[in-house]
């Protein structure tokens, strides 16, 4: 057999070494212009929180604005395709969550398809929920709660709308405790808090991070919290599984990008967001609003995504939810 020339041999060696050092080179200048990260809900929620949190991290760390842009909708729906008719260059991200996972099951057609168009870039933290109403409700606990609903007819319940992290929470609450709750729905979990404040409903079951201000300045009266364990930031506040046994809701937050992503961006991302989730000031200001970091590889974030899917999808089909 001939050997190569060395001629060529050094051309094919460049030539073999030219696509290796593409991808160095475009995970070293990356981002090259401002980073949108997409919402699907109103500013101010959960989702909202942890985007901003992240994005001003990473605006720092990589040294280009990461901006954030509240597209609410169709439970986040118009978000999520919007990212995923995006181009796959790392400049459009999206904040995933619970709604994602309960949309797979709950819409029958979508444009797209979440786990197959989004690809997971990292995990950024899973956020307790919590059971609250006004102070002027007449229920102090859960099981006053209960009985008030069964004695007294539908009980008016806020929701960020059908598919929410907070309808699913409020939904597996009605299932389990056997009551009847009226949902009414509203454009995100801002105007539901606003209404519930202002008494027009009766109780919701929030995300912890949307409400724990109001919880401490008596505006809002927490019947119990929706995780498996108490929570330090509310010590004496019970969980609502003491009184349902087997109860647990937890919403969870992350940064998908569109698929087809170049690898060397995404895990450029991840580390960038692992260092972020391991600094000791967004750890507190996670924990302050009841929040747990929860960092890993993309993969890491591919299984929970799946995890979550299965899970909420069971409770739609069993409460035969449809989209609104």
């Given at each position: ?39 699907g809900f109103p500013p101010g929620g959960g989702q909202d929180i942890s985007a901003r949190l992240m994005g001003q991290w990473l605006s720092e760390r ?25 181009s796959p260059d790392g400049h459009t991200l999206l904040l995933a969550g619970t709604p994602n996972a309960v949309n797979a099951t709950l819409y029958e ?216």
């Open positions: 057999m001939r050997l190569p020339h060395r001629r060529q041999f050094l051309h094919l060696a460049a030539s073999a070494a030219l696509p290796v050092m593409t991808r160095i080179a475009r995970a070293q200048t990356y981002p090259t212009r401002p980073v949108r990260i997409v919402v990589l040294g280009q604005p990461f901006i954030i842009e509240n597209r609410p909708g169709a439970s986040s729906n118009i978000a999520t395709e919007a990212v995923v008719r995006a057609k979508l444009n797209y398809n979440f786990i197959r168009d989004i690809a997971p870039v990292a995990s950024l933290s899973i956020w307790p929920g919590v059971m609250e109403v006004h102070p002027s409700f007449p229920a102090r606990t859960v099981p006053e709660f209960i009985a008030y609903a069964k004695a007294n007819g539908k009980v008016t319940m806020a929701t960020a709308g059908t598919g929410s992290a907070i309808q699913m929470m409020g939904e597996l609450f009605r299932m389990m405790a056997s009551v009847s709750l009226l949902e009414v729905p509203y454009r995100g979990s801002t105007p539901a808090l606003t209404d519930l404040l202002g008494r027009q409903v009766q109780v919701m079951f929030d995300q912890l991070a949307s409400s724990i201000e109001h919880i401490r300045a008596g505006k809002l009266r927490p019947l119990a919290v929706t995780t498996a364990r108490r929570l330090q930031v509310l010590p004496d506040i019970p969980t609502v599984g003491e009184f349902v046994p087997g109860y647990e809701a937890t919403t969870f937050h992350g940064l998908g990008t569109p698929s087809n992503t170049p690898a060397e961006i995404i895990d450029k991302l991840n580390r960038e967001i692992g260092v972020g989730l391991a600094d000791p000031k967004i750890k507190a200001r996670l924990a302050a609003l009841g929040g747990t970091v929860l960092a890993g590889s993309p993969a890491d974030f591919a299984r929970l995504i799946a995890d979550e899917t299965e899970k909420w999808g069971k409770v739609v089909r069993v409460a035969n939810l449809k989209p609104d």
